[in-house]
């Protein structure tokens, strides 16, 4: 299985189908079905010192990862869904207002017809809450079969029995080689449906390669195809999404300066609540106090004794993922154009895909530069001002505000 130890958005399997890489070579792995091309060494490997003429998955996830950051800086929201925490920002008050000099009473206007409500400082808030992983099946097998019989089991299928609820959806579902749930370690590229309540899940099998193979493997000893014990025999199945349920979970944190004189506290006390989204393309959300009920399984206003100074906000924000939880086609290819060019080295690819490598590791001729070219944030290769032509024409001008 590809995987870095760098968090991307856009998955590596998803990078690697829009180059066209082989996913058996882009995984690190050969076999008599699918051997190594004799023209080039086209696997992929985990670090750059087990190839140093080619780019490796922790080189490709940097320049993934800093595509996006750029990306997002720019246009003020992420490619895809991501998750933010510990965002303080002040408690807002209200301008004095109302009849007469020196009055220093609410604005009557403001506190009748709207609450407080703070900006996010990403936009297109999804929702309120943290990452939430529960576990439907720690040890759920593998099954592996050939199934265009050309002697390589190509496919890897698991089921989970009986787990389904009626609010799930296709993207919540996580599996993970052993019960380390770091973001990094998930296995993604993979087709998931419901089969009434159970869950179906569908992946090219050299994405369950033992990942600890992929550590020791090089140029000259890739990992074999061939060799069944080679792949992982059960894995981590988890239910992954945006929760705010419970304390633990909750979406806002109001923030209290200590009041008792007698003691000086480093922390600041407070309670919990829930981010309402008032204007969600904006983030901007109400701030509501509450105290979570173990009955009703929701959240009950409680008004607050006092006005807090600051809060602490936890969500999910940006570009929705499709049903499978992949980024967006088109702003995949944005990403995918603009992260090949940051990349210093060949990114692996056969036939005429690797010709979109070269080319957008390429730069536009500066006899040929126009305005719109010379404009791009991210330099005047291809790949670059492709990435910048994807976005403007999709943002149009939305673009450039991230502070808005």
Same mark, same amino acid.
């Given at each position: 299985?590809?995987?870095?130890s760098?968090?991307?958005?856009l998955?590596?399997?998803?990078?690697?189908?829009i &180059?066209?890489? *082989?996913?058996?070579h882009?995984n690190?792995?050969?076999? @008599?079905?699918?051997?190594?091309?004799? #023209?080039? /060494?086209?696997?992929?490997?985990?670090?750059?010192?087990?190839?140093v003429?080619?780019?490796?998955?922790?080189?490709?996830?940097?320049?993934?990862?800093q595509?996006?950051?750029?990306?997002?800086?720019?246009?003020?929201?992420?490619?895809?869904?991501?998750?933010?925490?510990?965002?303080?920002?002040?408690?807002?008050?209200?301008?004095?207002?109302?009849?007469?000099?020196?009055?220093?009473?609410?604005?009557?206007?403001?506190?009748?017809?709207?609450?407080?409500?703070?900006?996010?400082?990403?936009?297109?808030?999804?929702?309120?809450?943290?990452?939430?992983?529960? &576990?439907?099946? *720690?040890?759920?097998?593998?099954?592996?079969?050939?199934? @265009?019989?050309?002697?390589?089991?190509? #496919?890897? /299928?698991?089921?989970?029995?009986g787990?389904?609820?009626?609010?799930?959806?296709?993207?919540?579902?996580?599996?993970?080689?052993?019960?380390?749930?770091?973001?990094?370690?998930?296995?993604?590229?993979?087709?998931?449906?419901?089969?009434?309540?159970?869950?179906?899940?569908?992946?090219?099998?050299?994405?369950?390669?033992?990942?600890?193979?992929?550590e020791?493997a090089?140029?000259?000893?890739?990992?074999?195809?061939?060799?069944?014990?080679?792949?992982?025999?059960?894995?981590?199945?988890?239910?992954?999404?945006?929760?705010?349920?419970?304390?633990?979970?909750?979406?806002?944190?109001?923030?209290?300066?200590?009041?008792?004189?007698?003691?000086?506290?480093?922390?600041?006390?407070?309670?919990?609540?829930?981010?309402?989204?008032?204007?969600?393309?904006?983030?901007i959300?109400?701030?509501?106090?509450?105290t979570?009920?173990t009955?009703?399984?929701q959240?009950?206003?409680?008004?607050?004794?006092?006005?807090?100074?600051?809060?602490?906000?936890?969500?999910?924000?940006?570009?929705?993922?499709?049903?499978?939880?992949?980024?967006?086609?088109?702003?995949?290819?944005?990403?995918a154009?603009l992260?090949?060019?940051?990349?210093?080295?060949?990114?692996?690819?056969?036939?005429?895909?690797?010709?979109?490598?070269?080319?957008?590791?390429?730069?536009?001729?500066?006899?040929?530069?126009?305005?719109?070219?010379?404009?791009?944030?991210?330099g005047?290769?291809?790949?670059?001002?492709?990435?910048?032509?994807?976005?403007?024409?999709?943002?149009g001008?939305?673009?450039?505000t991230?502070?808005?």
């Open positions: 299985m590809a995987k870095a760098t968090p991307t958005l998955s590596l399997e998803q990078y690697a189908e &180059l066209g890489c *082989d996913p058996r882009f690190g792995v050969v076999c @008599d079905a699918f051997p190594v091309e004799n #023209t080039v /060494t086209d696997v992929v490997f985990k670090y750059s010192w087990q190839d003429s080619h780019a490796s998955h922790e080189e490709i996830a940097l320049g993934i990862a595509a996006e950051q750029r990306i997002a800086d720019f246009i003020g929201f992420w490619p895809a869904p991501q998750y933010f925490e510990d965002e303080v920002t002040e408690f807002p008050r209200f301008n004095p207002g109302g009849i007469g000099a020196g009055s220093f009473s609410f604005n009557t206007i403001n506190t009748l017809y709207r609450k407080p409500t703070v900006h996010c400082a990403w936009k297109k808030f999804i929702k309120g809450g943290k990452r939430r992983l529960d &576990l439907l099946d *720690d040890s759920a097998t593998i099954v592996y079969s050939d199934e @265009d019989s050309d002697g390589f089991d190509e #496919t890897a /299928t698991i089921t989970v029995t787990v389904v609820g009626t609010d799930w959806l296709l993207k919540e579902i996580a599996v993970y080689p052993t019960d380390d749930t770091t973001v990094t370690e998930r296995i993604r590229g993979l087709r998931i449906y419901f089969s009434g309540s159970d869950v179906i899940i569908v992946g090219q099998s050299v994405l369950f390669v033992d990942p600890i193979l992929m020791y090089k140029e000259s000893n890739a990992i074999d195809g061939d060799e069944a014990s080679n792949f992982l025999s059960e894995v981590y199945v988890y239910r992954e999404y945006c929760s705010n349920e419970t304390n633990t979970y909750a979406s806002v944190e109001f923030l209290y300066q200590n009041t008792d004189s007698s003691t000086v506290l480093p922390s600041f006390s407070m309670n919990y609540g829930v981010l309402q989204p008032y204007n969600k393309e904006r983030s959300v109400t701030l509501f106090p509450g979570w009920n009955t009703t399984l959240w009950d206003y409680a008004a607050p004794a006092l006005i807090p100074n600051l809060v602490k906000m936890h969500y999910q924000a940006g570009i929705n993922s499709d049903a499978q939880g992949r980024m967006q086609p088109t702003l995949a290819r944005a990403v154009a992260a090949t060019a940051l990349i210093t080295k060949p990114v692996i690819s056969q036939g005429p895909p690797d010709n979109l490598q070269e080319r957008w590791q390429g730069y536009i001729d500066s006899k040929k530069t126009q305005y719109s070219v010379a404009t791009c944030p991210w005047m290769s291809v790949g670059a001002y492709e990435a910048f032509s994807i976005v403007r024409d999709m943002f001008e939305g673009i450039g991230a502070s808005l």
